[in-house]
């Protein structure tokens, strides 16, 4: 049972930057496409930013292109998101997980974007 754990998160002014950071165990991690995913108070889950399995492949949400970069170790089982010029509207609990037939959920972290 693979799990993920997600960190980085916190509160920051709107055009601050956050770095957030997601732990895999299990083996299959390289072999999988991943995701981050979002879900502010009220609203549904949404898929932010997926990468393929070699890290060559990434796509984002139009609302984030140009202010998110998505990436990953696979030596470290590891993945991230690099979020700049955060807005308001940012302001959600950020999950990690496969893109595809996602697993069980982690706790996910708190990113908060306020003044």
């Known amino acids: 049972q693979v799990q993920f754990v997600e960190s980085g998160g916190g509160l920051v002014q709107p055009g601050g930057s956050l770095g957030l950071s997601c732990a895999a165990s299990?083996?299959?991690?390289?072999?999988?496409?991943m995701a981050w995913y979002r879900q502010a108070p009220g609203k549904e889950r949404e898929l932010v930013a997926s990468?393929?399995?070699?890290?060559?492949?990434?796509n984002y949400l139009d609302s984030v292109k140009g202010r998110f970069t998505i990436s990953r170790d696979n030596a470290k089982n590891a993945m991230y998101l690099q979020m700049n010029s955060l807005k308001p509207e940012d302001t959600a609990v950020y999950y990690c997980?496969?893109?595809?037939?996602?697993?069980?959920w982690g706790q996910g972290t708190q990113v908060t974007v306020s003044s």
């Open positions: 997980n496969y893109r595809v037939r996602p697993g069980s």
């Open positions: 299990g083996s299959i991690f390289s072999s999988r496409a």
């Open positions: 990468i393929s399995p070699g890290g060559s492949s990434t």
